[in-house]
Protein backbone atom coordinates (compact mmCIF):
# COMPACT_ATOMS: atom_id res chain seq x y z
CA UNK A 1 0.00 0.00 0.00
CA UNK A 2 1.36 3.73 -0.73
CA UNK A 3 0.83 4.99 2.89
CA UNK A 4 1.40 8.62 4.30
CA UNK A 5 2.47 8.64 8.08
CA UNK A 6 1.01 11.47 9.98
CA UNK A 7 2.98 12.98 12.92
CA UNK A 8 5.41 15.55 14.47
CA UNK A 9 8.29 14.29 12.62
CA UNK A 10 10.62 17.81 12.50
CA UNK A 11 10.21 18.03 16.50
CA UNK A 12 13.91 18.44 17.90
CA UNK A 13 13.48 15.97 20.39
CA UNK A 14 14.71 12.61 20.45
CA UNK A 15 11.34 10.59 20.96
CA UNK A 16 9.70 12.34 18.44
CA UNK A 17 12.46 11.43 15.45
CA UNK A 18 12.42 7.63 16.56
CA UNK A 19 8.46 7.24 17.17
CA UNK A 20 8.33 8.83 13.79
CA UNK A 21 11.20 7.36 12.09
CA UNK A 22 10.30 3.55 13.90
CA UNK A 23 7.02 3.63 12.51
CA UNK A 24 7.98 4.46 8.89
CA UNK A 25 10.28 2.25 8.72
CA UNK A 26 8.36 -0.20 10.71
CA UNK A 27 5.98 0.01 7.60
CA UNK A 28 8.20 -0.69 4.82
CA UNK A 29 9.82 -3.52 6.66
CA UNK A 30 6.05 -4.86 6.04
CA UNK A 31 6.25 -4.16 2.80
CA UNK A 32 4.17 -0.99 2.26
CA UNK A 33 5.57 2.29 0.37
CA UNK A 34 5.32 4.44 3.49
CA UNK A 35 6.52 7.82 3.50
CA UNK A 36 6.27 10.58 5.91
CA UNK A 37 3.87 13.41 5.39
CA UNK A 38 6.36 16.58 5.37
CA UNK A 39 3.90 19.12 6.62
CA UNK A 40 5.53 22.83 6.96
CA UNK A 41 4.50 26.05 8.67
CA UNK A 42 6.69 28.71 9.40
CA UNK A 43 5.20 29.88 12.70
CA UNK A 44 5.20 25.96 14.23
CA UNK A 45 9.17 26.14 12.91
CA UNK A 46 9.82 29.08 14.53
CA UNK A 47 8.47 28.02 17.75
CA UNK A 48 10.46 24.65 17.65
CA UNK A 49 13.74 26.33 17.20
CA UNK A 50 13.06 28.99 19.69
CA UNK A 51 12.28 25.96 21.85
CA UNK A 52 15.58 23.81 20.82
CA UNK A 53 17.70 26.89 21.89
CA UNK A 54 15.90 27.67 24.90
CA UNK A 55 14.22 24.65 26.42
CA UNK A 56 14.65 25.40 29.87
CA UNK A 57 12.21 29.00 29.95
CA UNK A 58 11.54 30.67 32.01
CA UNK A 59 15.33 29.91 33.12
CA UNK A 60 17.33 31.17 29.97
CA UNK A 61 19.68 29.34 28.78
CA UNK A 62 23.53 29.91 29.45
CA UNK A 63 25.85 31.65 26.46
CA UNK A 64 28.02 28.64 26.50
CA UNK A 65 25.29 26.32 25.95
CA UNK A 66 23.93 28.11 22.52
CA UNK A 67 26.44 26.88 20.14
CA UNK A 68 26.54 22.94 21.24
CA UNK A 69 22.41 23.60 21.02
CA UNK A 70 23.43 25.08 17.55
CA UNK A 71 25.13 21.80 16.66
CA UNK A 72 22.36 19.61 18.50
CA UNK A 73 19.72 21.30 16.26
CA UNK A 74 20.98 20.90 12.84
CA UNK A 75 22.32 17.51 13.48
CA UNK A 76 18.99 16.87 13.91
CA UNK A 77 17.66 18.68 10.53
CA UNK A 78 20.77 16.77 9.25
CA UNK A 79 18.37 13.42 10.16
CA UNK A 80 15.51 14.52 9.04
CA UNK A 81 16.32 14.77 5.66
CA UNK A 82 17.27 11.30 5.34
CA UNK A 83 13.71 10.36 6.56
CA UNK A 84 11.68 8.52 3.30
CA UNK A 85 8.86 11.42 3.21
CA UNK A 86 6.31 13.31 0.83
CA UNK A 87 6.91 16.29 -1.09
CA UNK A 88 6.51 19.50 1.33
CA UNK A 89 3.48 21.18 1.72
CA UNK A 90 1.90 23.27 3.67
CA UNK A 91 0.63 22.47 6.83
CA UNK A 92 -2.94 23.81 6.45
CA UNK A 93 -3.20 22.26 3.14
CA UNK A 94 -3.39 19.12 3.63
CA UNK A 95 -4.89 17.85 0.08
CA UNK A 96 -1.07 18.99 -1.11
CA UNK A 97 0.25 15.82 0.25
CA UNK A 98 -1.02 13.67 -2.52
CA UNK A 99 -2.75 10.62 -2.72
CA UNK A 100 -2.23 7.27 -0.21
CA UNK A 101 -4.64 4.16 -0.11
CA UNK A 102 -4.21 5.04 3.65
CA UNK A 103 -3.11 7.51 5.55
CA UNK A 104 -1.42 6.76 9.41
CA UNK A 105 -2.04 9.75 11.89
CA UNK A 106 0.21 9.05 15.13
CA UNK A 107 2.34 8.15 17.50
CA UNK A 108 3.00 11.13 19.76
CA UNK A 109 0.23 13.91 21.07
CA UNK A 110 -1.17 14.55 17.52
CA UNK A 111 -5.14 15.14 19.52
CA UNK A 112 -3.21 17.17 21.96
CA UNK A 113 -5.49 20.50 22.26
CA UNK A 114 -3.19 21.58 24.67
CA UNK A 115 -0.36 21.26 22.74
CA UNK A 116 1.80 24.27 22.37
CA UNK A 117 2.08 24.79 18.67
CA UNK A 118 0.58 21.91 17.32
CA UNK A 119 -3.13 21.89 19.14
CA UNK A 120 -6.46 22.31 17.04
CA UNK A 121 -4.96 21.25 13.67
CA UNK A 122 -7.50 19.96 11.68
CA UNK A 123 -5.10 17.81 9.32
CA UNK A 124 -3.87 15.29 12.26
CA UNK A 125 -8.03 14.53 12.56
CA UNK A 126 -8.06 13.75 8.84
CA UNK A 127 -9.15 16.77 7.48
CA UNK A 128 -8.37 17.57 3.57
CA UNK A 129 -6.10 14.12 3.15
CA UNK A 130 -6.62 12.61 0.06
CA UNK A 131 -7.34 9.37 1.02
CA UNK A 132 -10.12 6.62 1.54
CA UNK A 133 -8.49 5.12 4.96
CA UNK A 134 -7.23 6.78 7.91
CA UNK A 135 -6.01 4.91 10.76
CA UNK A 136 -4.51 6.39 13.97
CA UNK A 137 -1.75 4.69 15.52
CA UNK A 138 -0.43 5.02 19.55
CA UNK A 139 -2.23 8.72 19.18
CA UNK A 140 -2.28 10.63 22.30
CA UNK A 141 -4.11 13.33 23.74
CA UNK A 142 -1.00 14.23 25.45
CA UNK A 143 -1.84 16.44 29.04
CA UNK A 144 -5.44 17.27 27.76
CA UNK A 145 -7.07 15.07 30.53
CA UNK A 146 -9.91 12.92 30.05
CA UNK A 147 -11.77 14.47 32.32
CA UNK A 148 -12.08 17.98 30.19
CA UNK A 149 -13.54 15.47 27.34
CA UNK A 150 -14.00 16.16 23.58
CA UNK A 151 -15.85 18.36 21.47
CA UNK A 152 -18.15 16.92 19.47
CA UNK A 153 -17.12 18.76 16.52
CA UNK A 154 -13.70 17.26 16.99
CA UNK A 155 -14.89 14.21 18.20
CA UNK A 156 -16.96 13.74 14.80
CA UNK A 157 -13.64 13.76 12.70
CA UNK A 158 -12.22 10.92 14.86
CA UNK A 159 -15.57 8.81 13.61
CA UNK A 160 -14.19 9.23 10.19
CA UNK A 161 -11.34 7.24 11.22
CA UNK A 162 -11.79 3.69 10.25
CA UNK A 163 -9.33 2.22 12.95
CA UNK A 164 -8.34 3.89 16.36
CA UNK A 165 -5.50 3.00 18.27
CA UNK A 166 -4.45 4.93 21.09
CA UNK A 167 -0.86 4.82 23.19
CA UNK A 168 -2.38 5.40 26.62
CA UNK A 169 -5.42 5.10 29.09
CA UNK A 170 -6.03 8.70 29.37
CA UNK A 171 -6.25 8.90 25.58
CA UNK A 172 -8.68 5.47 25.84
CA UNK A 173 -11.02 7.24 27.90
CA UNK A 174 -11.41 10.27 25.91
CA UNK A 175 -12.51 8.31 22.88
CA UNK A 176 -14.64 6.06 24.71
CA UNK A 177 -16.78 9.11 26.60
CA UNK A 178 -17.03 10.85 23.87
CA UNK A 179 -18.93 7.98 22.10
CA UNK A 180 -16.39 6.85 19.57
CA UNK A 181 -16.41 2.94 20.71
CA UNK A 182 -13.21 1.25 22.39
CA UNK A 183 -10.05 1.91 20.75
CA UNK A 184 -6.99 -0.42 20.46
CA UNK A 185 -4.25 0.05 23.21
CA UNK A 186 -0.83 -0.49 21.10
CA UNK A 187 2.80 0.21 21.82
CA UNK A 188 5.15 3.29 21.46
CA UNK A 189 6.84 2.77 17.97
CA UNK A 190 9.94 2.95 19.38
CA UNK A 191 8.85 -0.21 21.79
CA UNK A 192 6.84 -2.10 18.79
CA UNK A 193 9.44 -1.94 16.18
CA UNK A 194 13.35 -2.44 16.29
CA UNK A 195 15.88 0.22 17.24
CA UNK A 196 19.41 0.01 16.80
CA UNK A 197 20.98 -2.86 18.78
CA UNK A 198 22.42 -1.92 22.24
CA UNK A 199 25.94 -2.41 22.90
CA UNK A 200 27.77 -5.01 23.36
CA UNK A 201 29.94 -3.25 26.63
CA UNK A 202 29.81 0.55 27.53
CA UNK A 203 32.42 2.32 25.89
CA UNK A 204 32.28 4.55 29.34
CA UNK A 205 33.19 4.00 32.58
CA UNK A 206 29.81 2.99 34.54
CA UNK A 207 27.27 6.13 34.07
CA UNK A 208 23.89 6.89 34.76
CA UNK A 209 21.93 8.31 31.53
CA UNK A 210 19.86 11.51 32.76
CA UNK A 211 17.11 12.45 30.46
CA UNK A 212 15.11 15.62 30.85
CA UNK A 213 15.10 19.14 32.42
CA UNK A 214 13.13 20.94 34.83
CA UNK A 215 13.43 17.71 37.30
CA UNK A 216 12.84 18.54 40.88
CA UNK A 217 14.78 19.12 43.27
CA UNK A 218 14.28 16.23 45.76
CA UNK A 219 14.39 13.94 42.64
CA UNK A 220 17.91 15.24 41.92
CA UNK A 221 19.51 14.85 45.43
CA UNK A 222 18.10 11.39 45.55
CA UNK A 223 19.81 10.67 41.91
CA UNK A 224 23.19 12.24 42.54
CA UNK A 225 23.48 10.86 46.03
CA UNK A 226 22.71 7.44 44.44
CA UNK A 227 25.02 7.59 41.30
CA UNK A 228 27.81 8.95 44.09
CA UNK A 229 27.89 5.93 46.54
CA UNK A 230 28.14 3.71 43.33
CA UNK A 231 30.76 5.39 41.30
CA UNK A 232 28.82 6.36 38.38
CA UNK A 233 28.49 9.36 36.37
CA UNK A 234 25.61 11.28 35.88
CA UNK A 235 25.62 11.92 31.82
CA UNK A 236 22.70 14.66 31.18
CA UNK A 237 21.84 13.81 27.38
CA UNK A 238 20.38 16.45 25.32
CA UNK A 239 19.80 19.47 28.00
CA UNK A 240 21.89 20.96 30.52
CA UNK A 241 21.58 19.72 34.38
CA UNK A 242 24.12 21.29 36.29
CA UNK A 243 24.12 18.50 39.39
CA UNK A 244 25.45 16.19 36.56
CA UNK A 245 28.88 15.14 35.76
CA UNK A 246 28.99 15.32 32.31
CA UNK A 247 26.18 17.80 29.89
CA UNK A 248 26.05 16.14 26.30
CA UNK A 249 24.01 19.17 24.99
CA UNK A 250 25.21 18.48 21.17
CA UNK A 251 24.00 14.54 20.81
CA UNK A 252 22.50 13.75 17.62
CA UNK A 253 19.45 11.74 17.36
CA UNK A 254 21.24 8.82 15.52
CA UNK A 255 23.49 9.14 18.55
CA UNK A 256 20.89 8.72 21.31
CA UNK A 257 20.11 5.38 21.04
CA UNK A 258 23.44 3.98 22.10
CA UNK A 259 23.92 6.32 24.87
CA UNK A 260 20.70 5.17 26.49
CA UNK A 261 21.38 1.94 25.77
CA UNK A 262 25.12 1.49 27.52
CA UNK A 263 23.99 3.31 30.28
CA UNK A 264 23.89 1.45 34.20
CA UNK A 265 20.51 3.17 34.85
CA UNK A 266 18.27 5.77 33.29
CA UNK A 267 16.53 8.53 35.46
CA UNK A 268 14.37 10.52 33.46
CA UNK A 269 11.20 12.69 33.92
CA UNK A 270 10.24 12.31 29.91
CA UNK A 271 7.87 9.51 28.28
CA UNK A 272 11.31 8.76 25.84
CA UNK A 273 13.28 8.12 28.52
CA UNK A 274 10.98 5.67 29.80
CA UNK A 275 10.46 3.98 26.50
CA UNK A 276 14.38 3.74 25.76
CA UNK A 277 15.17 2.33 29.02
CA UNK A 278 12.37 -0.34 28.95
CA UNK A 279 13.31 -0.88 25.41
CA UNK A 280 16.96 -1.69 25.78
CA UNK A 281 16.01 -3.39 29.82
CA UNK A 282 17.80 -0.82 31.75
CA UNK A 283 16.72 -0.41 35.05
CA UNK A 284 14.85 3.14 35.44
CA UNK A 285 12.96 5.73 38.05
CA UNK A 286 11.10 8.59 36.27
CA UNK A 287 9.48 11.66 38.12
CA UNK A 288 7.04 12.94 35.33
CA UNK A 289 6.55 16.85 35.17
CA UNK A 290 2.67 17.53 35.13
CA UNK A 291 2.95 17.74 31.36
CA UNK A 292 3.98 14.61 30.73
CA UNK A 293 2.38 13.12 33.73
CA UNK A 294 -0.53 10.99 31.67
CA UNK A 295 1.51 9.54 29.37
CA UNK A 296 4.36 8.40 31.98
CA UNK A 297 1.34 6.89 34.46
CA UNK A 298 -0.14 4.99 31.72
CA UNK A 299 2.91 3.93 29.99
CA UNK A 300 4.19 2.23 33.17
CA UNK A 301 0.75 1.32 34.50
CA UNK A 302 0.09 -0.77 31.15
CA UNK A 303 3.46 -2.54 31.22
CA UNK A 304 3.31 -3.56 34.94
CA UNK A 305 6.01 -0.98 35.66
CA UNK A 306 4.27 1.66 37.68
CA UNK A 307 6.50 1.27 40.55
CA UNK A 308 9.56 2.99 38.60
CA UNK A 309 7.06 6.36 39.00
CA UNK A 310 8.17 7.71 41.91
CA UNK A 311 6.85 11.14 43.64
CA UNK A 312 8.21 13.67 46.31
CA UNK A 313 8.72 11.24 49.73
CA UNK A 314 10.67 8.82 47.91
CA UNK A 315 13.92 7.67 49.64
CA UNK A 316 17.14 6.26 48.60
CA UNK A 317 16.22 2.88 49.23
CA UNK A 318 13.03 2.84 46.76
CA UNK A 319 15.78 4.35 44.39
CA UNK A 320 18.19 2.02 45.29
CA UNK A 321 15.67 -1.07 44.60
CA UNK A 322 14.67 0.30 41.16
CA UNK A 323 18.20 1.17 39.65
CA UNK A 324 20.31 -1.39 41.37
CA UNK A 325 18.00 -4.24 39.84
CA UNK A 326 17.29 -5.52 36.85
CA UNK A 327 13.19 -4.95 35.33
CA UNK A 328 11.27 -7.21 36.49
CA UNK A 329 10.63 -9.90 34.04
CA UNK A 330 6.84 -9.45 33.61
CA UNK A 331 7.12 -6.55 32.37
CA UNK A 332 9.30 -7.81 29.54
CA UNK A 333 6.75 -10.44 28.98
CA UNK A 334 3.64 -7.79 28.84
CA UNK A 335 5.54 -5.61 26.11
CA UNK A 336 6.12 -9.02 23.86
CA UNK A 337 1.84 -9.68 24.39
CA UNK A 338 1.71 -5.86 23.07
CA UNK A 339 3.74 -6.58 20.50
CA UNK A 340 1.73 -9.30 19.00
CA UNK A 341 -1.86 -7.48 19.15
CA UNK A 342 -0.14 -3.88 18.06
CA UNK A 343 0.92 -5.80 15.23
CA UNK A 344 -2.25 -7.27 14.85
CA UNK A 345 -4.24 -4.11 14.85
CA UNK A 346 -2.17 -2.73 12.30
CA UNK A 347 -2.90 -5.61 9.81
CA UNK A 348 -5.81 -5.72 10.09
CA UNK A 349 -6.06 -1.59 10.02
CA UNK A 350 -4.44 -2.08 6.73
CA UNK A 351 -5.42 -5.12 5.35
Not at 12 to 38: F, K, P, T
Not at 207 to 224: M, S, V
Not at 322 to 342: K, M, N, Q, Y
Amino acid sequence: MRIGVLTFHRCINYGSYWQARCLVEGLRAAGHDAVLLDHDDPGVRRREWDCAFQPGLPERTRAEDIRPLGRKTRKFLEAFETLPQSPRFPLGAPWQAGRYDAVVVGSDEVWNFSHPWYAWQPIFFGDGLNTDRLVSYAASFGNHDADRGINPDWASKIAKFSAVSVRDENSRRLVVEAGLGEPAIVLDPCLQFPLPPAPVESVRDPYLALYGHGLPDWFARLIRDHATARGQRIVSIGYRNSWADEQLLDLGPDDFPAVMAGAAAVATNFFHGCVFALHYGRPFVSAPSAYRFNKVRDLTAKLHAARHVVQEGATAGDIADLLDHPIAPAVGERIVTLRESSARFLADALG
